[in-house]
């Protein structure tokens, strides 16, 4: 992966007369920014060339260096609230199929405050499941089943502590067995101290948490679920697969709601969530049997989102300075060109802007097809060669490629990090291959 000095992207890629188009930029030098009309994109020597009109913009001039980072990989956000807070003894559980249960430390419910060490997070590693708590100042005690989990095979993963007799109980069921596998497991141990569960961090699914966000997870995820009560070993399966409890204090439901980016909570405080980065929902759930292909007929079987820790829709960036076109403009491609003070540090952010409506200025309509650009944006083809390095530099040619950024996301014709398809594209990042 590779730092690109000069970068950025616009809030949409089509603008008629009278709207407002934002800039968002990172940059690691100073830069100045003016408005071109592009005439020809293409720097081949035998074509006609690069070739730009200026256009006086009022954002034109210059702009201090300003690096924005990325924030990769989808989770689930639940905001802090009093109803999250004054726990004892507690539950947290979740049926997970994980796709890279080798990777390292992944967060499945977690609710924890990284510099103090304080609240509750159900992780899993290459030890199988296991659980974070802490004192709130600073010392941590994880506790860990101690079994491999299988890569992509249902589990329900549990942990309960008890603050009477400070039992605290890790385990882990497959919901297929297989003769050849040793993974499952329940571990419990006896805390020296009660560990300090209250903390004013959000509750996440499929992440750590902290500032970054980090330890995403990969793989599916279906009804996690937080009681103010320690269950037992037995009562984990029934209340796992969406049954009701006296002591149940939330439990996501991704069955619900579907098309949304809200997670709908069925318990008695209704916290509902948010889901960050547009991961895949509709996804076949632990009880899926075949018998419905489409999840709109029977939703119950599709009740699981595929997290991923390098999904990206948004990367949320401030804007630095935005552009309203006039009334009398003409239609037409157009780029905010960006010159940093470091050698070769350029960027080209383009937009169309289209006729207004009931508006004719050309004999010729011009499709442009945005949406190719969306699914296309970002694509790695992974054959970036010397002769392709060669004829970059001879023809004086922007050096970035999407092969060497990742952190941008890439395209539907990619893999996710976990071996699965790529789903969606957003606009909403820089597209290294719409330059």
């Known amino acids: 992966m590779k730092t690109i000095p ?76 009093p109803a999250l807070h004054g726990l004892k003894s507690f539950t947290v559980l979740a049926t997970i199929w994980p796709t890279t249960p080798q990777q390292g430390a992944q967060g499945i419910c977690c609710k924890w405050d990284v510099a103090s060490a304080s609240g509750f997070a159900l992780e899993i590693d290459q030890d199988g499941a296991g659980l974070l708590l802490g004192d709130g100042q600073g010392q941590r005690i994880r506790l860990a089943v101690g079994k491999p989990l299988l890569e992509r095979r249902w589990y329900q993963v549990w942990a309960s502590y008890d603050q009477h007799s400070r039992k605290l109980q890790v385990g882990q069921i497959p919901l297929r067995p297989s003769f050849d596998a040793d993974d499952q497991g329940t571990v419990s141990t006896l805390l020296e101290y009660a560990p300090q569960l209250d903390c004013a961090a959000d509750l996440l699914v499929a992440a750590l948490g902290g500032e970054p966000v980090s330890q995403h997870f990969n793989g599916k995820i279906e009804y996690p679920a937080l009681l103010d009560s320690a269950l037992s070993e037995l009562e984990i399966p029934a209340v796992a697969a969406g049954g009701d409890h006296e002591n149940l204090l939330a439990a996501w439901d991704f069955s619900r709601e579907i098309p949304t980016q809200r997670t709908v909570d069925t318990g008695p405080h209704t916290l509902h969530g948010q889901l960050i980065n547009l991961p895949a929902r509709a996804m076949k759930s632990a009880g899926w049997d075949g018998s419905e292909m489409c999840w709109r007929h029977r939703p119950e079987h599709y009740a699981a989102i595929h997290f991923h820790d390098d999904d990206l829709y948004d990367c949320g960036w401030q804007t630095d300075f935005s552009f309203t076109v006039p009334a009398d403009f003409r239609s037409g491609i157009y780029a905010a060109r960006l010159e940093g003070d470091d050698p070769g540090s350029a960027e080209m952010i383009p937009f169309f802007v289209r006729p207004a409506p009931g508006q004719t200025q050309s004999k010729i309509c011009v499709l442009i097809p945005t949406y190719t650009y969306i699914v296309y944006a970002n694509h790695a083809r992974f054959n970036v060669d010397e002769a392709y390095l060669n004829r970059v530099k001879d023809w004086n040619a922007r050096p970035w490629n999407a092969d060497d950024a990742p952190q941008f996301g890439r395209s539907t014709y990619n893999f996710h990090s976990d071996g699965s398809g790529i789903a969606y594209s957003s606009r909403l990042r820089p597209i290294i291959t719409m330059r």
Not at 35 to 50: E, F, H, K, M, Y
Request: net charge positive; no cysteine; aromatic share 10%.
């Open 6 to 81: 000069l970068v950025g992207y616009a809030d949409r890629f089509s603008v008629a007369p009278g709207a407002t188009i934002a800039f968002k930029v990172s940059s690691t030098t100073p830069y100045r920014a003016r408005l071109v009309r592009v005439i020809s994109g293409d720097p081949n020597p035998a074509g006609p060339g690069i070739i730009e009109q200026d256009i006086p913009a009022s954002f034109a001039g210059s702009y201090p260096a300003h690096l924005q980072n990325v924030q990769l990989g989808s989770y689930m956000r639940v905001p802090d609230s």
